[in-house]
């Protein structure tokens, strides 16, 4: 088959290594000029694990594990370690995974198949299913002709607004904005990982593979913003911490405004009650974002993308090449998944962005005399 797929995040690579390595041809379609790297070490979890096994990946995967959250302490406005970061479910190795997300990617990209390629810097424009194929206008002014289009272009997914109806209709703001930048200059300094904390907000230091990232959480009602504007978007974190000066606030929001791939998200659910519509299926965030607080999107775009490949394949071994049965069945397998990641969202919220100081401090007292199996999962 004849393949599109919007977005070359997790699950877009995912998708296109695991559809091209069964002898179709893929094109991938990414907005963005290059891959987009940024971001905080991510998990691999629970049955995911087994599914990068399955796709020959496992072996690289380990190869690039880290384990920062070990290393990562509440601080107060001093910079003082005032309590530790309970581990998110590590301890038992084979059932969490935990690697940077741009190694990841760089795995996945690797690991491409001849039939699969990529291109930057486009994205779907337009597109209309006649029931025997799909006709595609891209934003460059190209077209084609698919068999199937995967929309894996993440929690502001055009596919799906294309084909399921506006973003509204579909996406749970849970309350809470992570953003990310680089902080070059704070690279070779020393020190663990730091969380500093003022009320419902978050502001951390992050040092791995040479690198530092400045980490940003903050509750909020949901804001009106354009997604492809990073000004706009460094606008809204620099107001969410208005007239907070403590630890390196300032510093770490310097470093946010002078960063070209500066990342503001929020924490929002995708529920759709079905995943696909004639020749068209969504995959990972853009059908079923758990939100980043649950932990879980990697796993779940890494899960779908490869129940989807499987079922495809089944059809065309049964039931000559039915897409329909084979989206259905990638549903039924993958739902259960993401029931549960979705569950799990709310989990650690209250304990990284405590609402109030008592709050802040009854943590920090909880942490301290918490012994580690029992404090609790807290998601960055
Ligand atoms: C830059 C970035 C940083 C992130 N950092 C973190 C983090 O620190 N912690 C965390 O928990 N999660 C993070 N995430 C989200 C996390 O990667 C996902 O929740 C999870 O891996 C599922 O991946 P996904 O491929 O479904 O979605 P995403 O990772 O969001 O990937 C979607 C891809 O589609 C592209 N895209 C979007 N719209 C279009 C379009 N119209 N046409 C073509 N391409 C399009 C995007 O540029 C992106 O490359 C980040 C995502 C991104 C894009």
């Known amino acids: 088959m004849?393949?599109?797929?919007?977005?070359?995040?997790?699950?877009?690579?995912?998708?296109?290594?695991?559809l091209g390595g069964r002898g179709h041809r893929v094109t991938v379609v990414e907005h963005a000029p290059a891959l987009r790297l940024t971001g905080t070490p991510i998990d691999i979890r629970g049955d995911a694990i087994h599914t990068v096994h399955r796709m020959g990946l496992?072996?690289?995967?380990?190869?690039?594990?880290?384990?920062?959250?070990?290393?990562?302490?509440?601080?107060?406005?001093?910079?003082?370690?005032?309590?530790?970061?309970?581990?998110?479910e590590i301890g038992d190795s084979d059932d969490d995974v935990?690697?940077?997300?741009?190694?990841?990617?760089?795995?996945?990209?690797?690991?491409?198949?001849?039939?699969?390629?990529?291109?930057?810097?486009?994205?779907?424009?337009?597109?209309?299913d006649d029931g025997h194929g799909v006709d595609v206008r891209f934003t460059s002014g190209r077209t084609g002709r698919y068999d199937l289009v995967l929309g894996a272009?993440?929690?502001h997914s055009t596919v799906r607004r294309l084909v399921f109806g506006p973003e509204a209709e579909h996406l749970r703001h849970l309350g809470v904005y992570l953003a990310?930048?680089?902080?070059?200059r704070a690279a070779g300094g020393e020190g663990p990982n730091a969380i500093h904390n003022v009320p419902g907000r978050m502001a951390g230091l992050f040092r791995y593979g040479g690198k530092a990232v400045a980490v940003f959480q903050f509750r909020s009602e949901a804001i009106e913003y354009d997604h492809r504007d990073p000004d706009a978007q460094k606008e809204i974190l620099a107001d969410a911490f208005a007239g907070h000066r403590s630890w390196r606030i300032p510093e770490l929001l310097d470093a946010a405004r002078a960063d070209p791939a500066f990342f503001l998200t929020s924490a929002s659910q995708i529920h759709l009650p079905a995943w696909h519509r004639g020749r068209v299926a969504l995959v990972?965030?853009?059908?079923?974002?758990?939100?980043?607080?649950?932990?879980?999107?990697?796993s779940l775009a890494l899960t779908g993308a490869h129940f989807l490949a499987e079922e495809l394949e089944h059809a065309e071994e049964r039931e000559h090449a039915d897409h329909?049965?084979?989206?259905?069945?990638?549903?039924?397998?993958?739902?259960?998944?993401?029931?549960?990641?979705?569950?799990?969202?709310?989990?650690?919220?209250d304990r990284m962005l405590p609402p109030t100081w008592d709050a802040m401090a009854a943590r920090d007292?909880?942490?301290?005399g918490a012994a580690p199996s029992d404090a609790g999962e807290i998601t960055l």
């Open 153 to 155: 272009d993440g929690q």
């Open 98 to 128: 935990e690697l940077l997300r741009e190694d990841l990617l760089r795995i996945l990209a690797d690991a491409l198949p001849a039939t699969a390629t990529i291109r930057f810097g486009d994205s779907v424009a337009a597109l209309t």
């Open 324 to 349: 329909t049965a084979a989206f259905t069945r990638y549903e039924t397998r993958q739902r259960p998944y993401v029931r549960f990641a979705q569950g799990r969202a709310h989990l650690g919220r």
């Open 2 to 18: 004849n393949l599109l797929v919007s977005g070359a995040g997790i699950a877009g690579l995912a998708c296109a290594r695991e």
């Open 180 to 184: 990310l930048a680089d902080h070059p």
């Open 365 to 368: 007292e909880a942490l301290r």
């Open 58 to 88: 496992l072996p690289q995967i380990r190869k690039h594990r880290i384990r920062m959250s070990e290393h990562t302490h509440f601080v107060d406005s001093a910079g003082r370690p005032v309590a530790r970061l309970p581990l998110a």
């Open 284 to 298: 990972g965030d853009a059908g079923y974002s758990p939100a980043f607080l649950s932990g879980r999107g990697t």
